[in-house]
């Protein structure tokens, strides 16, 4: 089963603790192991705290982020309006107070990127999303899915 949801988000820094419940909420419904929650919560926060530290808004304003799940996997993104430089990850000092988010981006995931789409800039990120293995039925919920036990 597989599901996703797109949300807008104003180019404000409140925008992260929003989409944070959003995401966390959607996964743990769908019966994501809440440690996986946990880090897919924590990397789409450094995405999106990214985009409004570095990046400028899109065309209308705003940020958008979106996440699908499918077959044990999250995929995450957070679309803006570019930035000067190129997102990567950095390798700071120990006394830095900043350069991180990528670099944990890089740690949790099985695999990032960027893509570029006409005047806007996408990073995204798949993590692995296990859920518990039982005898379930599947019915579809609009999220990633939602197991009934029966």
């Not at 909420?25 to 929650?37: F, Q, R, T």
């Not at 958008?64 to 950095?90: K, L, N, Y």
Request: some cysteine; aromatic content about 4%; glycine content about 10%.
């Amino acid at each position: 089963m597989s599901a996703s949801s797109v949300i807008m988000l104003p180019y404000a820094l409140a925008s992260v603790a929003v989409a944070r419940q959003r995401l966390s909420a959607d996964l743990l419904e769908s019966g994501v192991y809440a440690g996986a929650v946990d880090d897919t919560v924590l990397v789409m926060s450094e995405l999106l705290s990214n985009a409004l530290r570095h990046a400028h808004p899109l065309a209308s304003g705003q940020l958008r982020v979106a996440w699908s799940c499918a077959e044990g996997h999250v995929e995450i993104s957070v679309s803006d309006g570019g930035a000067a430089t190129e997102p990567r990850a950095g390798r700071p000092t120990l006394s830095s107070l900043g350069g991180r988010g990528l670099g944990i981006v890089e740690y949790l995931a099985e695999r990032w990127g960027v893509r570029h789409e006409g005047e806007s800039t996408t990073v995204w990120a798949i993590l692995h999303a296990p859920q518990p293995a039982r005898n379930t039925q599947t019915r579809t919920t609009g999220i990633c899915a939602l197991r009934e036990v029966v």
